[in-house]
């Protein structure tokens, strides 16, 4: 299942995700999940060499356990719920993981995008790959990941399409809004540019420049599915 996509740490993460949906929704559930995890490895193969590139931002090559459970815990949760508590639980399920896959697919697909970024708050170009940034390609990207994962999950039974894409699209851009306002944005005074990691790519100490101490790509990825789960549920019929 790692098949170069997970490190360690999140294979065991992914193992333990797969266990606790695979017991709660059976193979149903299963099927929901591989359609946010088989595209969102496929995608992540996509222009390796450019987004290796990409030295400002925060994590990059294989997942790690953290970035694992920021996007498949929380519908792991609802899983577990589904066996108590029924529906809703259900589609909560499904809207995480939409959630989950609207985001990677846009963030996969916008990061190769021939046009600039732009921040989803005033549309100033910010550099590619860079938190809070939208572009074209990956807004329908976005759309496009929600669908699949709202079709399949429609497909198993699990809950209705449109509950599942809306929740799907409203996480992914929950998680814009988030990466654009309270996610850490450090500045590295060595090279003179933004970045999200401490220290810089190049070893020197970063130091705040816009956002909360501790609010990573993982914290605003879990705010995102736990968005996603939170729609799901109410609009769920």
């Known amino acids: 299942m790692r098949a170069g996509a997970l490190d360690r740490s999140g294979a065991l993460a992914a193992f333990a995700i797969g266990a606790i949906v695979f017991a709660a929704l059976g193979w149903a559930g299963a099927a929901v999940l591989f359609a946010f995890f088989v595209p969102a490895t496929l995608l992540s193969r996509l222009g390796k060499r450019r987004k290796r590139a990409l030295v400002d931002v925060g994590k990059t090559g294989p997942r790690d356990a953290l970035q694992v459970l920021a996007n498949g815990g929380i519908a792991a ?36 995008a021939k046009q600039r970024a732009r921040s989803i708050l005033n549309g100033q170009p910010i550099p590619t790959g860079m938190s809070g940034g939208v572009t074209a390609a990956g807004t329908l990207a976005e759309i496009a990941g929600a669908a699949v994962v709202a079709l399949v999950t429609f497909g198993t039974g699990i809950a209705a399409i449109v509950p599942v894409a809306v929740a799907g699209i409203t996480g992914a851009t929950l998680d814009s809004i ?13 090279c003179e ?45």
């Open 77 to 112: 949760v609802c899983a577990a719920g589904a066996v108590v508590f029924g529906k809703p639980w259900n589609a909560a399920f499904a809207g995480a993981f939409a959630a989950a896959a609207a985001d990677t697919w846009g963030t996969e697909i916008g990061t190769l």
């Open 178 to 190: 988030l990466g654009a306002t309270v996610q850490e944005l450090r500045y590295c005074p060595h």
């Open 193 to 237: 540019r933004s970045c999200e990691t401490d220290p810089h790519v190049c070893g020197t100490p970063t130091y705040l420049r816009r956002g909360r101490h501790a609010i990573s790509n993982d914290a605003v990825n879990l705010a995102a599915t736990c968005c996603g789960a939170l729609v799901a549920a109410l609009l769920s019929p």
